[in-house]
């Protein structure tokens, strides 16, 4: 019965790729290029706002695998604290389906997230993202074009605008890109994120010059939402969700990622 309910899934999955196809075709229009898309949740900040954490999972709709990972983030250096991202992977035939893997990994995460007391999820801006960020899902950037800027007012009244730009950082090989199981040379690229402050000069937030392994096969970026946290000291911190379109194992297509940016306000 397990063998027969997997073999039902996975003609689900193909006919959802045979229905993007046929859409593609209607009219004349160009073939739809659609990967998967990751949704997220924010696990939130320490007290200090020293610490950010969020979560984004996903079911890759053609192989049915399920993929999850925990960010937990050093506010002060924009950087992994040690130990994350906690990243696990199955698929049906492991007896675990999405949500038992969300939980698995959250217990897992929670060792580090707990004793931060990360759970403070702070003021929420929503943004413009291409497609809804808790949505599972076939991923096509037709809808919705990734947004380039977001504005922010502060509970203080300060005005921020934060402003993204991608940046060629040369061709990477990446798995899928060549067509089904095979490696294909792509234009990858990096992002300068930068915020201005009421009339401030902009700040660099982030500006790459390479791409680290995680995102070797990224191709394009766009804000997704933005969390502000503030301390009992007064200290406030910024995390801007990053959308990626992301090149590496795709299937149909590039798939939806996340990141993040943090920055202590001054």
């Not at 990096?190 to 791409?211: F, H, K, Q, Y």
């Amino acid at each position: 019965m397990k063998n027969a309910f997997a073999h039902l899934r996975r003609l689900s999955a193909f006919a959802r790729i045979a229905l993007i196809i046929a859409s593609a075709s209607i009219g004349n229009a160009p073939f739809a290029m659609a990967g998967d898309a990751a949704a997220r949740r924010v696990i939130g900040f320490s007290p200090s706002g020293n610490h950010f954490a969020f979560e984004q999972y996903t079911t890759l709709y053609d192989s049915l695998d399920n993929i999850v990972r925990i960010e937990v983030i050093d506010t002060a250096h924009d950087a992994y604290v040690k130990g994350t991202p906690v990243t696990m992977k199955n698929n049906e035939d492991d007896g675990h389906d999405l949500p038992k893997l969300r939980n698995e990994a959250m217990r897992k995460a929670r060792l580090i997230t707990d004793p931060l007391f990360v759970h403070e999820v702070g003021t929420h801006f929503p943004g413009k993202p291409s497609m809804e960020l808790d949505e599972i899902g076939i991923y096509q950037m037709d809808p919705k074009p990734l947004a380039t800027s977001q504005d922010v007012t502060l509970p203080d009244g300060r005005k921020l605008t934060l402003t993204i730009s991608d940046k060629a950082l040369g061709k990477a090989s990446c798995y899928g890109a060549g067509g089904r199981g095979t490696y294909g040379d792509v234009i990858v690229t990096g992002m300068t994120l930068t915020l201005t402050i009421d009339d401030s000069a902009p700040m660099v937030l982030n500006d790459d010059s390479r791409l680290p392994k995680n995102r070797r096969c990224v191709t394009a970026y766009g804000i997704a939402e933005v969390y502000h946290h503030q301390a009992s000291d007064g200290a406030q911190t910024l995390a801007v969700l990053i959308e990626t379109v992301d090149a590496h194992e795709f299937h149909a297509g590039p798939n939806r990622r996340f990141m993040a940016v943090t920055r202590r306000l001054p």
